[in-house]
């Protein structure tokens, strides 16, 4: 039974870690982000498969039969197909895309054993929590990191435009660099976000904590995950760079501030 759940466990960090992967491949157009991510993805299909044999020849169950046994073959399906389609047709939306809904089916699955009062989907979902916490905490701490490049680029902006403080101007890093490790830090730390989110609603839901929509600290969450897609889409659709997704930058951040230090004083149910 430990043995079970130890491998759900283990699915779930290398399926969320091949997510992240597939998105930062699907922002940068980064074919080491995507190789990796492939394999990552590979390796959850393997899991995933030793899984569906096991239900097959020791419990003697094609796992059709209840509504979780069906979600967890449901994910295994997309798997097969994210790969198939990463390998043959290298279309990035839809691979980034059938693999965060995959990702989705496997909380589902673990949601759907809780009702049915099974033990590992019962020890699974207690532990959530602690998931969707730690992921929030590290995109945070990766927001943090590329507003300081954006802080660093805007004060690098500034000397070079008042031309002075030139003994500063290698310390602080070439004006380019920063913007690209600013934007390279948003594109790890969105994902993240995104699936702390997608963590927190299912624990939520699947232990029976009291959650709701409305909940000031909820809704701050979705806001600073909206803000930090916002800067993706002006910075690959608009092509901002510079100075003004700097400032962009500068200013969700300073939202994520307010809704990590304020709003969770606020919630209901948030620390």
Known sequence: MLEIKWLYELILIIYGTSVVGYFIDFV?????????????????????????????????????????????????????????????????????????????????????????????????????????????????????????????????YQLLKKKKGYKWLKRLGDLKRLDDLAFLFITIATPALLLSVILGVVWAYSSGAEFYWYDIKTIGSFVVLFVYVVYLLLRLGKNYQGRSIALYNTAAFLFLLVNFLLFSTLSSFHF
């Open 28 to 156: 940068q157009r980064n074919r080491k982000a995507n190789t990796t991510a492939f394999w990552l993805l590979s390796l959850v299909w393997i899991l995933q498969t030793l899984l569906l044999l096991y239900q097959i020849f020791a419990k003697m169950n094609f796992p059709v039969l209840n509504v979780y046994d069906g979600l967890y073959f449901y994910a295994w399906i997309l798997v097969t197909f994210s790969l198939l389609i990463n390998r043959f047709f290298k279309i990035d939306f839809l691979v980034f895309f059938t693999n965060l809904l995959g990702f989705l089916i496997m909380l589902l699955h673990i949601t759907a054993k809780v009702e049915g009062n099974d033990v590992i989907g019962v020890q699974l979902v207690s532990e959530l929590l602690i998931a969707h916490i730690a992921l929030a905490l590290v995109s945070y701490g990766l927001f943090t990191l590329s507003f300081i490049f954006s802080f660093m680029y805007l004060l690098q």
